[in-house]
């Protein structure tokens, strides 16, 4: 069976500085790498863009353009949210039935926020899903520690790690872009 690229929130607005540092810079290129490769073998890909209801955030108007390594062709399906799961409120999940999809491989933009509850959800959902986690990033601002006065703000290569290591082995099987590739769809 075929696996589906399920390619999750990778646009412009993530390039605003408000969200602090970041860890992995290759993200969207890896991306792009999986992107290629899915196109290449005419597998099915699915482009996930976060719609914000918020005015103030940066994940509306251009902040909602995806990134030229993702950028969506004719005919590839977008799917719009205004939550973290790429599965509530749109019509994902019933695509990837009709189009007879049960494996997926996950990528894209955050790792501990829409990446992780996606992939929570499409393991209960019954999908066999492989995170690219180099093709994945977390900010700074993903973590916030001020429920603890005496913890220190977390380090994005934390939050990431500590995200990743929650989900595999539960919810996925987190492996890198190299490893996906050679695999195949």
């Known amino acids: ?87 509530i409120g749109t019509e994902l999940e019933d695509h990837l039935n009709h189009s007879s999809v049960g494996d997926l491989v996950i990528c894209g933009l955050t790792t501990p926020h829409c990446v992780s509850t996606t992939t929570r959800m499409a393991a209960n959902l019954g999908f066999n899903v492989r995170l690219a986690h180099d093709a994945c990033a977390s900010f700074a601002s993903n973590a916030s520690t001020d429920w603890a006065p005496d913890m220190a703000a977390l380090d994005p290569q934390v939050i990431h790690d500590t995200a990743i290591s929650h989900l595999h082995g539960e919810f996925c099987t987190a492996v890198t872009t190299d490893a996906i590739l050679a695999e195949g769809p």
């Open 1 to 87: 069976m075929t696996s589906a690229l399920i390619l999750i929130d990778i646009q412009m607005g993530f390039d605003e500085p408000c969200w602090g540092a970041r860890n992995n810079p290759q993200a969207e290129a890896n991306a792009g790498r999986l992107l290629a490769e899915w196109r290449k073998w005419a597998a099915p890909v699915c482009h996930i863009r976060h719609v914000s209801t918020e005015f103030a955030s940066p994940l509306v108007s251009e902040g909602t353009i995806f990134k030229h390594e993702v950028t969506p062709r004719d005919g590839e399906p977008i799917f719009e949210k205004h939550v973290n799961s790429a599965f």
